[in-house]
């Protein structure tokens, strides 16, 4: 069956164009012009990936995005924005976004990230064995993944700080569990981008940054030692002090 996307835009000639694109490409796509119908479609019949613009009047993609979130819905969001501020890219996260392609996009972006949510979203299969960087892993402890006074339990996506629960997006999630599975390791971007979106950016995109910045702001605590680190100019490590 092919996948199912709800597109909410409301410039008409950016709407058809992209509908167009995506019916090509194999997707089934309902199309509307505000976020007051994409609320309406997706309480009528869940898709498997939204794809939302951020301003729209009335009901903008922010919002929707709030809602679902609200409701418990957890369906993958790609939100299309003409705003590329840092500040602004932080409140899409905020809202429960899970990645963003910046206007004027190309649309093999846009395949390629949409794509990569839908293969987070496809159901759990086995890991396979682990190589070499997975057996400098901290150990599991029954079902949960402990490191760095963090503690995970991938299978039902829930982590705490402590006694803190974390409230965490669907990419947050997973870049926190790639950091924990790696403890001690400096995970380089390129790695980074290939095992959360599936492809890599490139050198001059700060979407990685931006998620690991809001992973921050979501992990320290006032008096605690940070725990995510830059490595200038090769990428990131998880570790205590």
């Given at each position: 069956?092919?996948?199912?996307?709800?597109?909410?835009?409301?410039?008409?000639?950016?709407?058809?164009?992209?509908?167009?694109?995506?019916?090509?490409?194999?997707?089934?796509?309902?199309?509307?012009?505000?976020?007051?119908?994409?609320l309406a479609q997706a309480h009528r019949r869940r898709p498997d990936v939204l794809v939302l613009d951020v301003m729209m009047p009335g009901i903008d993609g922010l919002q929707v995005c709030r809602v679902l979130r609200a409701e418990g819905d957890r369906t993958p969001v790609l939100m299309l924005t003409a705003l590329v501020e840092t500040a602004d890219r932080i409140a899409g996260l905020d809202a429960g976004a899970d990645d963003y392609v910046v206007k004027p996009f190309d649309v093999e972006e846009v395949f390629a990230r949409l794509r990569a949510l839908l293969r987070r979203a496809a159901p759990a299969t086995p890991a396979p064995d682990p190589g070499p960087?997975?057996?400098?892993?901290?150990?599991?402890?029954?079902?949960?993944?402990?490191?760095?006074?963090?503690?995970?339990?991938?299978?039902?996506?829930?982590?705490?700080?402590?006694?803190?629960e974390l409230e965490l997006t669907r990419t947050e999630f997973e870049l926190l569990e790639l950091l924990i599975r790696n403890t001690g390791v400096v995970l380089e971007h390129a790695t980074v981008y290939d095992r959360i979106w599936g492809y890599?950016?490139?050198?001059?995109?700060?979407?990685?940054?931006?998620?690991?910045?809001?992973?921050?702001?979501?992990?320290?605590?006032?008096?605690?030692?940070?725990?995510?680190?830059?490595?200038?100019g090769v990428g990131y490590v998880l570790r205590e002090g």
């Open positions: 069956m092919p996948h199912t996307v709800l597109l909410a835009e409301d410039d008409r000639a950016i709407r058809n164009a992209l509908e167009r694109a995506l019916t090509l490409e194999g997707y089934r796509v309902t199309a509307v012009a505000d976020g007051v119908e994409a960087v997975a057996e400098r892993q901290p150990e599991l402890s029954g079902r949960f993944l402990e490191a760095a006074g963090l503690r995970m339990d991938p299978q039902a996506r829930r982590a705490w700080r402590g006694g803190r890599d950016f490139g050198p001059g995109s700060k979407n990685l940054a931006v998620y690991v910045g809001y992973l921050r702001r979501k992990l320290d605590e006032p008096g605690a030692p940070q725990l995510i680190h830059t490595v200038r």
